[in-house]
Structure formats: C-alpha cells, structure tokens
C-alpha cells in the first residue's frame, strides 16, 4: 500500500531535480538517438541499447556481462502491493505474495525500465520482491530469461548448472539476499497499523515506523537495517556496478529506504519523512564512483521525473507537461 507522508520541505527538495536525463544515459552507452522536443522521446531501440554491451567471462556469476561504458545503471524498485499491504498489517519478515493489484504493479514498473539494460538482479529472499523482479523483467524488451541462482550448497549450485554458454548469454542471473529483506517488524508482525495507532498513539507508531534509530518492540530500527542492507551494497552490489554491471534491485520498503538514504547521503531527520510507493522504480546511474539519481522513468520511451512516490511522479509529470506547452 501506498502512502505520501513526505514534508513540504522534502517534497519541495525533491521535486526541484532536474528530469531524468535519458538522453545523457544513453549517450554514454554510444546510443544514437533522436529526440522529439515535445516529451523527449527516445528513438533509441532497446536493442541499440543492449548491443552497446559485450559479454565477457564471469568471475562468480555464471552470466556476468560486461560494458564498454565507465557508467552502469541501478535499478531500485520497491515490491507491488502484498496482501498484507491491502490488509494493512504490519508485515516485515513474513513472507506473504502480491495482490493482483501487486502483480499489475509490478508489471507496470517493467514496462518503464523495459529499455533499461540489466545484466544482474538482486532480490531479498522474500517472495513479494523475486514475484516484483520476475513479473517487471516480463516486460524487458532484451527478453532474456531471469533465472535465481542457487548457491546454498554443493548440490543445489551442481543441479542447476547451466550447460550452454548461449543460453547463459540470454539469461539474467538473479541473486537473493535476505540481507535485503524487510526490516524485522517484531511483535508489530501480524498487527493491524490502524489499530495498533489507536491502542498507542499515532505518534508512537509514527516513530517505529520512520525514524531511524527506535526500533519498534523486539524489531529492527531502520539504523539496524541499514546495517546490514547498506553493508551487503557496499560490498556485493557496488562492486558490480564499478564492473559496469547494470543492476536492478527488488526489496522493501525500509530496506530500499536505508540504501537510498546511503545513496542520496540523507541525514536520519531527511529518512523519517520518506516513504516508497510501491511499484515506483527509480533509477540511479553510478559513474566515477559516484551515485546520481535519474529519476522514475516514466515510461520506455519517455524521459522521467525523480519521484519517491506515484503521487509525486504525477505531479512532476503535470509540471513537465505544464512547462512544455
Ligand atoms: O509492514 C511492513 O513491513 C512495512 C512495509 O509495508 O510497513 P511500514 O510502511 O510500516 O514500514
């Protein structure tokens, strides 16, 4: 479930990004393109896109691709709507799937990155973010097949071993990390928010929901999920992207909230007012090991605004077509 509970000062700073610079992107991936001043659309195929990659030997990941390009994409998208989202019940570590509503979620997200190239995906070891990264890569117009790789142990990594290097070459190795998971919600698993608001105060609720450090009774805080989320980054995702690795990431709500906090450098005061929408994918490109936001691409062949939430991704939107016209 959605929700906009940014401050005007947050949302005032956020709305002030500049669009997303497609165009900038895809020069750098050697890309030609041609722009029509209206919505700045891009003639670029996907494939152009795609074909600006090489292919090279993995180190661990059995299909690691390999740009010529210094800059690599990273993809955040925050799962669709859970049945427990449409419940509103406080949800953390529980492993509960999408709705509907979820699902189509997910498959929109897919349709705005669809010209984005992947070579990696990370998601947590939740069923409600793998479902979000398999339904939006039904979308991609590469088609290669996203396929979870299964390291936890000898036998599982020897069974599903993949014997043709083409086959390898059309697929997308997805990597699950429970360090991605949600935070662990504690006694407040299983709870209505409504109605845990009401028995302790909306305030009180407030804060184990969005501060930093109070954690809500025998949880993780969002600085402990940090911890752990922004370290497993640091030392698994980045790494990737210095290759020139474009990847995509499906977590949750305060997983993705902590790694954006390290990403955008925010203060623990600048996190309690920023909340995700679901099915909101946001894009960042990372060059000279550096991290620069783009923004929520609104479509596959449109530039995008930076927007935390659907909300602010429509308001944007109007505003750019306001200054348009
Ligand atoms: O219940 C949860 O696990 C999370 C995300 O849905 O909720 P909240 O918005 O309170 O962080």
Redesign the pocket.
Known sequence: ?A?TTMSHQAIGSIVSHRPFKASLFLESLNVPMKFSPKRFKIEATASQVIDNTVLSPSKNKPFESKKRSNEAALILIRHGE?L??EKN????CVDVPLTQKGVGEAIEAGKKISNIPVDLIFTSSLIRAQMTAMLAMTQHRRKKVPIILHNESVKAKTWSHVFSEETRKQSIPVIVAWQLN??M?GELQGLN?KETAERYGTEQVHEW??SYEIPPPKGESLEMCAERAVAYFEDNIKPELASGNNVMIAA???SLRSIIMYLDDLTSQEVTSL?LSTGIPLLYIFKDGKFMKRGSPVGPTEAGVYAYTKRLAQYREKLDEASLN
Do not use: A, C, I, V
């Not at 019940?89 to 953390?92: D, P, Q």
């Open positions: 479930m929700t859970s427990w989202n019940l406080f949800t953390g949600e935070r919600y928010k929901r969005r949750h709500g305060n909340d």
